[in-house]
């Protein structure tokens, strides 16, 4: 026979689920990364650095070597 959750339980179950504080995010995607990136990106480029340099600079760091947006 099932498990039967009571009333009670199933609205301690959904206050809980409801008052989760939103996950800190540890690992993103190659085009979240340069979504985050984006400020320092432009700002790079205000200093008249171009793409290619900023993108090689990108994969110098190995972290964001594979974006493949």
Do not use: F, W
């Not at 199933?10 to 995010?25: F, H, M």
């Not at 540890?26 to 171009?50: F, K, N, V």
């Not at 793409?51 to 760091?61: F, G, K, P, S």
Request: net charge negative; charged share 30%.
């Amino acid at each position: 026979m099932p498990t039967k959750i009571n009333t009670e339980a199933l609205e301690r179950i959904r206050a809980k689920l409801n008052d989760l504080p939103p996950k800190p995010k540890d690992a993103y995607s190659g085009r979240e990364a340069i979504t985050e990136l984006e400020a320092a990106i432009r700002h790079a480029q205000s200093l008249d650095y171009d793409i290619a340099e900023i993108a090689t600079m990108l994969t110098e760091n190995g972290s964001v070597a594979q974006i493949g947006c």
